[in-house]
């Protein structure tokens, strides 16, 4: 395979960013070589710019559940460009996406759009902490929230990759507050609720972790956060950015049947711009300026093209679209399974939805240590490169979920499974 303008562009891009690349997991690092420079999208496809073809299972971190360039979005986004780009106004499109939103996640009664995942954890903590008149959180060891510094501890996925508990620059003073306990564990859970009785503002998960390759919650585990956070008067905030209409087309909220009291969301509601949102009941979210006293502001917030991209996306969506995708993952894993065994190459597989992930480990992986513990990142990373000089782009870590969209039709899990065939050939010899 031919890389030689990618390999140009990765110099040059490295002397102008640090690592050459806008977000850390891009730059290979955990897997090594060289990050190929995109051109374009197309489908199921992502071609660089040495024009190699690519099965796309990263789908730009989870957003693009329609695949890349679909015409229904390229109209939208073509609409919209002509009529402009951004007014700092109010605009029928926040309604428009706000109304689908809801009536897919009925819980979100109120919503606020921001412009990244990032942005709505942390808001969504501070309106917790305002609400409750409480200050400390609960989170998961191996759950990403974004990069705000409270919820840099233990965070997945990227610090995890680069061996970081984590984040430098990030105050004892920051971190004091957050209280973290591995995931799946509710003993901990309440532990931590007695430990800090009467201080706990909030919990906050992913109710699907796909920030430490994909860890299903065990059952009863989310039931027991609901109760726990009644218990002890405290919110439950799913941090949906990843799981929202990706693990079924009311998000984690309904696959589980629980109405977390915040929801955040950012990823497929964007269509690939970018986008954040936290919304959930009335009484919560009307504590949000201007009706409340919980500042939280965005110049380019409910952007129109961003608003255009989700209501045109979500616009696609049905139960239908599940249905489909969660066939396709799981011929997909099925297929890795199987070809895993003859190569006597042992794998654990997940999938929840649209959304699928595998560890190389012969035990299950059920949390944040379990992951660390047993998953054979060597083995990965040469999976990856024989997977990418076969034409199939997987997430460049072990520890991050992989993503189907529409476009994901059998003959392209046919090819993926080829490809997978041979990589794994060569990767057990
Ligand atoms: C991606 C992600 C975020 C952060 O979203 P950004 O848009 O990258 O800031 C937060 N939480 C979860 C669960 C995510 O997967």
């Not at 290979?28 to 071609?47: E, L, Q, S």
């Not at 706990?200 to 919650?217: C, H, K, R, Y």
Request: hydrophobic share 45%.
């Amino acid at each position: 395979m031919n890389i030689t303008n990618s390999l140009i562009s990765f110099a040059e891009a490295q002397r102008l960013m640090p690592g050459g690349v806008s977000s850390p997991v891009r730059a290979f690092k955990a897997v090594g070589g060289t990050p190929r420079f995109i051109d374009r999208g197309d489908g199921p496809y992502i071609y660089d710019i040495d024009g190699n073809r690519y099965i796309d299972y990263v789908l730009s971190w989870g957003p693009l559940i329609l695949g890349h360039a679909h015409p229904a979005l390229v109209a939208a986004l073509t609409d919209q460009i002509s009529r402009g780009t951004s007014f700092g106004a109010p605009t029928q499109l926040e309604i428009r996406l706000a109304g689908s939103i809801r009536e897919a996640m009925p819980c979100i009664e109120m919503i606020r759009f921001v412009n990244s995942g990032t942005e709505a954890t942390m808001s969504a903590i501070r309106l917790a902490r305002a609400f409750t008149g409480k200050n400390k959180m609960i989170k998961f060891a191996g759950c990403y929230h974004g990069h705000a510094d409270m919820l840099l501890v233990e965070a997945g996925s990227g610090v995890m990759t680069l061996g970081m508990a984590a984040s430098a620059g990030v105050t004892d003073g920051e971190v004091e507050d957050t209280i973290t306990v591995q995931y799946n564990d509710l003993v901990g859970v309440r532990n931590a609720f007695e430990s800090y009785a009467g201080q706990i503002a909030a919990v906050i998960v992913e109710p699907v972790a796909g920030n430490m390759g994909l860890v299903l919650p065990s059952e009863g585990f989310l039931d027991g956060l609901w109760e726990l956070t009644r218990e002890h008067e405290a919110l439950l905030i799913f941090d949906e950015v990843m799981t929202g209409f990706r693990v079924a087309l009311g998000g984690a909220c309904a696959a589980y049947g629980i109405a977390a009291d915040i929801v955040c969301l950012g990823k497929v509601i964007g269509g690939g711009l970018p986008v954040g949102a936290y919304g959930g009941r009335k009484d919560i979210m009307e504590q949000v300026a201007p009706l409340g006293p919980v500042y939280q502001a965005g110049t380019l917030s409910g952007n129109p093209l961003a608003m255009a991209a989700g209501v045109a996306t979500l616009g696609e969506l049905s139960e239908d679209t599940y249905t489909f995708l969660e066939r396709q993952g799981a011929r997909l894993l099925e297929g890795l399974r199987k070809i895993g065994k003859e190569y006597g190459i042992p794998l654990q597989t997940a999938q929840a939805g649209s959304m699928i992930g595998f560890f190389f480990s012969d035990v299950p992986v059920n949390d944040y240590t379990s992951a660390r513990k047993y998953a054979d990142t060597t083995r990965y990373a040469r999976f990856f490169h024989a997977m990418l000089d076969r034409g199939v782009y997987l997430a460049p870590s072990q520890f991050e979920a992989g993503f189907l969209s529409i476009r994901h039709t059998d003959d392209v899990i046919d090819a993926t499974l080829e490809a997978a065939r041979g990589a794994m050939q060569e990767i057990a010899s």
